[in-house]
């Protein structure tokens, strides 16, 4: 039976049962929904606790009313017994005698008929409730429900009030002590601060809380107190009022006790000392929570206010570590700006302040505008006490102190996050060790990478020499009265040169740039700089995706919604010009500027920048204008000087055509990248830039260097780079400097027989930041014959895809070695280096002081110092105040004068108190934490950033000029003054000068000198002989040791030490030229930079081009021909037969290494 069912396939299964399941059926029962009302939701259990706070305030209330109304009766105040309360006739006024004591009077009161019926209802309202919630809270221990003080307190308070109803007319004026609710209403207000902080989803500061609790507890023992001491002083003789009362307990509880007032019997005596017992037990409880709380807010720091929030603006500053250096650069900078005067400063960070920190923070100046909060950034609760989503922007430090930078970057990319996510809205300004982090962040409205500007001032450094003080000097904010504090002229001159810095402004709302609406940028910016001696050096125009420009060049005309960038002491706004000064000299000025064919002859002029007098302007019938400037002479009978040869004018416009006769000068090859003036004004004999500018590009056809963009990358988001490359890279095993190879059997520096000296880095980690320093090495801007062989001194071996970068560039080597060992410098090849750049250890040598991190890289750079004289050492520190140590000389008087100038300047405020010392000014030391500043700054001027990118190489442009230099030599030095080349450079081929890098050389500085100091000097200077001897000695032993010929070391003493060098920043028109002296030039993108950029990258293009498009546009470019470019040639035939002719120089050509 059972087989045959089963072997039916299409037996009918019933269906199984469904049921419906209800959960939490529990919480359906009286109990629970009680639970539920009364304490477990948060806003019904609020609204209870609040009705309750108003009961328990209310019966205090009433007590008071009724002993103000037993006052003002004096027969009412007098004992009603309950006999008397039977009797309708008046009582008989009883008055205890002194010493006794009138019991009825204590346990009975006279009680209106209201105020008993009120309290009543209150006391049935109350214990029903305290039974209730007994009842819910019950967990299975009655005993523990029952003894809890506030359970007691409500039974003595409210039983007493529902027993009288069975003897109404007896038990009525009992005394019951009504004032103990107040005890009740101060437990009360603790519960409402937790209610209302989780209905709300706020938290209110931990302090005011327990302030708040002090303050109830206090108010609640005084009122206890006096209520207690006036009742039971009934019973006496001495009748006290309720304000006596009061006026006894603050006496008593003051520890004053003027005893004018006192308790004469013994119930009021003991109720004062339990009294007094208890508020010495209860209020030092309460004082302790309130020391724990404020000492934690202490160390944790406040909260910035709400209010504060909505009705004024603040930034947050969130770091790892808040050092007193990095806090104090940041405020100094940050409130160094007029509009943010106003501003509040708030300070995040999960470590403590140094206790220096804290001693400066309370200072007035600081302490009404700084609050320190410790916490996190990845913690919602700290961010919402920084007030963040209503604050102006965020700033995110790097933590310095961290000897991983990978792992200080990944921490600030998580703080970053976590504000992003918690508030979107905010402006974030993060700074960042490696570049590869930066496509993390890339929602941030700046990002200072530190490697990045870091290794392409170091670079640059190596081709205009002081680069590093020139943009540390642009970026610090100062007035320039650091001059003040100078008493040489050069000091004088740097300090108040240095207060420039660069600004912005629209071209309509300008008063020195509004008249050249229309014309030229090379015109605007000469006249404005001898009108006003502002330096026009930049535009961005109104376009939709326009960028911003260094020196587009004369072919660009300013329009009226252009923003202008210029460099000036002050802001055109807050200058001293108004409008009738400019009105009265336009005539004067505009004629100078307009002139056409004139030629201007200007005086030599003092160093210190005297004004000259302006020029007399007479009509000609010819030209219209004719200009002659004669300068006032203190000597009546000196004869004028010859007149200089002419320069032509700036040209107003494009097209403008302007004939230009030039003495002729002999054109001499300048060495690097260094050009002379008359080389770079040869190079475009014509403003409308129409040629190709051979000095700047590769010129033979069939090299192995081709311009093209680097195929390898070694991060993500580096831009796009125009730059001198190996047509075929070279293997990876020629990439080893002093590694013999089946290419290349080159086994020191020496063999390779360089054309130009190399420049060695000096690096312990091999950091993709070091890609921005061989990419200003190898920009299309240089000449392929100046490019310098770059050699990478490493602690350690790089990794492969860092080899697989660096192959692609010509000339760049590497090498493994340490920095403290001579052998291995000497195989770097530092005798045939121009440039050592020494890059300080990330890690900390010192954990216990901070400014020991550099004791390594300076002992081992004065060692440097010492063994070779003649090297030009840059190095990289991590604390600015190290930099005196660098070339450090004990006997040194002139350094230990720049000491005590610096200890002036520093307290005399300057932020900027180091920039005396020698090695600064020169651009022999750099600190990388002076790039802070460029952080801070982009608060303000967002536009900064962009700036100093283009200007070190970070960034290029297609119509953006680059920052150069030249020198002034023997053939320019009828240019006297800086205007004259001013004039010479914009006219010819649309460069703008921005600054002079100036050095002085032995003995224009002057010492006091003794005779007995000169014989001290004497045999110092014959141990210093016998000190060279013994390190020639050392050198070139070990030279001998490694099979190179010791007559390539150089021990003979620079003449560099014992000189003065220093930047000066956007000088006067007037100001001398010096025999050396170098000058800073933007110098604008020429026809072929524009026309390389067209190929490579197309419009509307963003995307980097593929080999296939890269490799034929090459080719292109290379078949071009440029008769311009052959011209050239063939007229510097003599400064390039010598390595034409050169088999050496052929040899090298051929290598294909």
């Known amino acids: 039976m059972s087989s045959g069912l089963n072997s039916n396939p299409f037996r009918v299964i019933p269906p199984y049962p469904t049921f419906q399941v209800e959960f939490f059926t529990n919480e359906r029962s009286l109990k629970q929904r009680l639970q539920l009302y009364f304490i477990k939701n948060q806003r019904s259990s609020l609204r209870i ?24 009766d004096p027969i009412k105040a007098e004992c009603v017994t309950p006999s008397s309360s039977l009797n309708t006739s008046s009582p008989e006024p009883k008055s205890a005698e002194p010493g006794t004591i009138e019991w009825d009077c204590i346990w009975w009161v006279n009680r209106h008929l209201a105020l008993y019926t009120i309290h009543v209802i209150i006391a049935f309202i109350s214990l029903f409730q305290t039974i209730l919630l007994t009842y819910l809270s019950y967990k299975g221990n009655i005993r523990q429900q029952l003894i809890r003080w506030t359970f007691i307190l409500e039974i003595i308070t409210t039983v007493p009030f529902i027993a009288t109803l069975l003897w109404h007319s007896q038990l009525k004026n009992l005394f019951i002590p009504v004032f103990l609710n107040m005890w009740l209403a101060k437990s009360i207000l603790e519960h409402i601060f937790n209610d209302v902080h989780r209905v709300i989803n706020r938290a209110q500061s931990p302090l005011s809380h327990q302030l708040t609790v002090l303050m109830a507890t206090i108010i609640t023992i005084i009122f ?15 009748h006290l009022t309720p304000f006596d009362s009061l006026w006894l307990v603050i006496v008593t509880f003051s520890t004053v006790g003027y005893g004018d007032i006192s308790p004469d019997i013994w119930p009021s005596r003991l109720f004062m000392m339990l009294m007094i017992c208890v508020s010495l037990t209860v209020l030092p409880m309460q004082l302790e929570k309130c020391m724990y709380t404020w000492v934690e807010r202490k160390k944790k720091g406040g909260s910035y206010s709400r209010h504060r929030a909505q009705t004024e603006k603040h930034v947050v500053v969130c770091a790892t570590h808040l050092l007193t250096d990095t806090v104090m650069d940041f405020l100094n900078e940050f409130y160094a700006h007029p509009k943010l005067q106003g501003y509040y400063v708030v300070l995040l960070s999960p470590s403590e302040m140094e206790e220096s920190l804290k001693i400066i923070l309370q200072i007035p100046i600081w302490a009404q505008r700084v609050i320190y909060i410790k916490g996190s950034a990845l913690k919602d609760f700290d961010l919402q006490r920084c007030r963040m989503q209503e604050a102006e922007g965020c700033f995110i430090l790097a933590s310095r102190t961290h000897s991983d930078r990978t792992v200080a970057d990944e921490h600030t990319i998580l703080r970053s996050w976590a504000i992003r996510d918690h508030s979107p809205g905010v402006d974030q300004y993060v700074q960042l060790f490696r570049p590869e982090h930066k496509f993390h962040v890339k929602f941030a409205k700046h990002v200072v990478c530190e490697d990045e500007f870091k ?8 081709l205009c020499p002081g680069t590093s003080a020139l943009i540390t000097l642009l970026l610090h904010t100062s007035r320039g009265d650091e001059g003040n504090c100078g008493k040489e002229d050069w000091q004088k001159l740097y300090g108040k040169c240095s207060g420039n810095e660069i600004y912005e402004i629209q071209l309509y709302k300008s008063i020195f740039f509004k008249d050249y609406c229309g014309k030229s940028f090379s015109y605007a910016s000469f006249n404005a700089h001898r009108r006003y001696g502002v330096c026009l050096i930049g535009v961005n125009s109104n376009d939709e995706n326009s960028k911003l420009l260094l020196n587009p060049g004369p072919h660009y005309n300013l329009q009226e919604g ?14 001293s010009l108004s409008q009738k000064e400019a009105n009265a000299d336009e005539g004067i000025a505009s004629m100078v500027a307009g002139v ?18 302006l ?3 007479s009509a000609s019938a010819s030209t219209g204008v004719e200009i002659n400037n004669h300068f006032l002479s203190p000597n009546p009978d000196r004869v004028l000087p010859r007149r200089k040869p002419s320069i032509a004018p700036v040209a107003e416009k494009v097209g403008d055509e302007v004939h230009i006769e030039l003495t002729p000068i002999d054109l001499s090859r300048p060495s690097h990248s260094q050009h002379t003036l008359h080389s770079l004004i040869m190079e475009s004999p014509s403003p409308t830039d129409d040629v190709v500018d051979p000095l700047w590009h590769s010129h033979s056809s069939g090299s192995d260097i081709k311009v093209d963009v680097p195929p390898v990358a070694p991060y993500i988001g580096k831009g796009l780079h125009l730059c001198h490359l190996m047509r075929n890279p070279r293997p990876i095993c020629c990439l080893q400097l002093t590694k013999v190879c089946q290419h290349c059997e080159h086994r020191h520096p020496r063999e390779y027989n360089w054309r130009n000296r190399a420049i060695i880095i000096a690096s312990a980690n091999t950091s993709n930041g070091l890609y921005n320093f061989i990419l200003p090495l190898r920009s299309q801007c240089l000449k392929q014959l100046d490019l310098r062989p770059i050699v990478l001194f490493l602690e350690h071996e790089p990794e492969r895809h860092f080899k697989e970068t660096i192959r692609h560039f010509p000339m760049v080597y590497w090498i493994t070695g340490s920095i403290d060992r001579l052998d291995d410098w000497l195989k770097a090849g530092i005798n045939y280096a121009d440039n050592m750049v020494v890059v300080n250890k990330e890690t900390s040598n010192s954990i216990e002081d901070d400014y020991l991190s550099d004791c390594n890289t300076i002992v081992a750079v004065q060692t440097l110092f010492k063994l070779f004289p003649g090297a030009k050492i840059i190095t990289e520190l991590s604390q600015s105040s190290n930099m005196r140590f660098m070339h450090f000389r004990a006997d040194d008087d002139y350094a230990l004068a720049l000491s005590k100038l610096e200890k002036e300047v520093k307290r005399k405020g300057s932020h900027m108190s180091y920039m005396f010392r020698l090695p600064f000014s020169a651009g022999d030391v750099f600190s990388a934490s002076m790039l802070d500043t460029l952080l801070y700054q982009a608060f303000v001027k967002d536009y900064l950033s962009t700036i100093v990118r283009l200007m070190c190489g970070i960034d290029q442009g297609k119509d953006s000029g680059f920052l150069t230099c030249i020198k002034i030599g023997e053939d320019e030095q009828w240019l006297n003054t800086y ?4 004039q010479k450079l914009c006219s010819n081929n649309g460069a703008i000068p921005i600054g002079i890098y100036r050095t002085r050389q032995p003995g224009t500085f002057s010492t006091s000198v003794s005779v007995d100091k000169l014989d001290n000097e004497d045999a110092v200077s014959r141990n210093s002989d016998r000190e060279k001897e013994e390190i020639s000695q050392l050198v070139k032993g070990c030279m001998l040791s490694l ?3 010791p007559n390539d070391y150089n021990c003979s003493s620079d003449e560099k030490h014992s000189q003065v060098s220093y930047v000066i920043i956007n000088p006067g028109y007037d100001l001398a030229l010096e025999k050396g002296d170098i000058i800073y030039v933007l110098r604008p993108a020429s026809k072929r930079h524009k026309d390389r950029y067209e190929q490579k990258f197309p419009a509307n293009s963003y995307d980097r081009p593929t080999d296939r498009q890269t490799n034929s546009s090459q080719e292109c470019l290379d078949e071009q021909v440029d008769v311009t470019e052959d011209t050239f040639l063939l007229t510097n035939q003599n400064a390039e037969s010598v390595n034409n002719n050169d088999p050496n120089c052929n040899r090298r050509h051929a290598a294909k290494h």
């Open 615 to 617: 020029p007399t302007v």
């Open 1043 to 1045: 099979n190179m010929p």
């Open 596 to 613: 056409g064919s004139a030629a201007l002859n200007i005086a030599k002029v003092n160093t210190e920048g005297v004004q000259a007098q």
């Open 49 to 72: 606790r609040l009705f309750n706070f108003v009961l328990k305030t209310l019966t205090c209330l009433l007590y008071v009313i009724r002993v103000v109304l037993e006052e003002g």
């Open 562 to 575: 252009d923003t202008l960038f210029y460099l000036s002491i002050t802001k055109e706004e807050h200058s």
């Open 455 to 462: 290794y392409a001032l170091l670079a640059y450094n190596c």
């Open 979 to 982: 205007g004259r080349v001013y």
């Open 224 to 238: 206890i107190s006096a209520c207690g001491i006036q009742h039971l002083q009934r019973g006496s003789a001495a």
